[in-house]
């Protein structure tokens, strides 16, 4: 079996272009989203701005990181690259800001010199991914031996646990949601899933009451916005409004007043917007091209050449999956608000890069899938 270095020209021909576009049409469908509604605050122009700076930044990045050979990567920064991503969450915990003084989550951190603050759970999801596919791809022949179950859960709880002591409770269901995503597709037995199923059941009785009334209320009112119309269910009431409004055509580009009552109309519920102003056309748009990328990661993870490959694609695939579900189900009234954002449609630097960069190494597990002469290299 020989091994061969792939040129670069051939390297852009092996790019899925069906992960290309679909991302493309989601993109272009934010920058529209909020340039029609630019004039709805002060700052609205200076939003459209920074999104497409976001977005050519993020595809520049893409590709560069589609260059690089993951498996290589991998076989010898793993560890650092975990260090790396505990110690950015490490320092969110120590050094973390919120959106405003009066918010209780921390999860953002100021960097000198730059005029943006950064969301660092972002960037560590796909250190996450890769490090963890790793774990998976090297535990794989014994993974549901207890003491590597174990391995993998210290794992994988150590990065969401210091999420959620930023407080950022929205991000730590994401990171749990992605490690049970690829422990499932990694073989682990769904023994295992029903005992941790068991454990969860057992103790909400006595977790409940720990919980502040804050806390309750936002769980509850999450699944019924109607039970607080004026301070908890608010944002949530307001976006089923402007969908509603949008009917099947929308109000067009510059149409639509609504979104404008829902607080954070311009990130989280952005959907919102889209679902006013392009109507169900443009939501079934954005959830198709959504719906694409998704079912794609996953032929590329059956088709990928190696078994850690396919575990990182299932990993991003769970991201792309879990957020799309909540974003959407919380703008619609029917989910817990998290402050989880809208892959490829949201507002915020962080968000569109940390999803371009996702894109990358998926690229990068496309260009390098044939890399070996003569026979296919065992998974």
Aim: charged content about 15%; some cysteine; hydrophobic content about 50%.
């Amino acid at each position: 079996m020989k091994e061969f270095s792939v040129s670069l020209k051939e390297k852009l021909r092996r790019i899925d272009y069906v992960v290309f576009f679909s991302v493309f049409g989601m993109t272009s469908l934010s920058i529209l989203t909020l340039a029609g509604a630019a004039n709805a605050s002060a700052a609205g122009p200076r939003r459209v701005v920074i999104q497409i700076a976001a977005s050519l930044v993020g595809l520049v990045m893409a590709y560069i990181i589609s260059l690089f050979d993951y498996d290589e990567l991998l076989n010898h920064f793993t560890l650092p690259l975990l260090g790396i991503g505990v110690g950015l969450m490490i320092l969110t915990v120590i050094f973390g800001v919120g959106p405003d003084e009066t918010s209780t989550n921390k999860c953002w951190l100021s960097i000198p010199g730059l005029p943006f603050d950064i969301q660092p759970a972002e960037f560590v999801k796909i250190v996450f991914i890769m490090t963890f596919a790793k774990h998976i791809d090297i535990v794989k022949k014994k993974i549901n031996h207890p003491l590597v179950v174990l391995s993998l859960c210290i794992h994988g709880g150590l990065i969401t646990g210091l999420v959620l002591l930023t407080g950022d409770l929205g991000s730590a269901l994401v990171y749990l949601a992605i490690m049970a995503i690829m422990l499932y597709t990694g073989g682990l037995s769904l023994w295992y899933f029903a005992a941790a199923l068991a454990v969860v059941i057992v103790l909400f009785p006595y977790l409940w009451p720990k919980l502040s009334e804050y806390q309750q209320q936002r769980i509850l009112v999450g699944f019924n916005p109607e039970l607080d119309p004026i301070k908890y269910g608010y944002q949530a009431l307001r976006s089923r409004d402007a969908i509603a409004a949008g009917g099947f055509f929308g109000a067009g580009f510059s149409g639509g007043s609504y979104f404008k009552l829902v607080p954070e109309y311009k990130s989280d519920f952005l959907f919102a917007v889209v679902a006013e102003k392009f109507g169900f056309i443009g939501t079934f748009f954005y959830m198709a091209l959504m719906g694409t990328l998704i079912f794609r990661l996953i032929w590329i993870a059956r088709h990928a050449r190696k078994d850690c490959g396919a575990n990182i694609c299932m990993g991003v695939a769970a991201i792309m999956l879990v957020q799309s579900l909540e974003n959407i189900g919380m703008c619609l009234g029917m989910l817990p608000v998290v402050g989880i954002t809208l892959p490829f449609l949201s507002y915020g630097g962080s968000s569109m890069l940390a999803s371009f960069i996702y894109i990358g190494v998926i690229q990068s597990i496309v260009t390098h899938n044939q890399k070996y002469y003569f026979e296919r290299e065992n998974a």
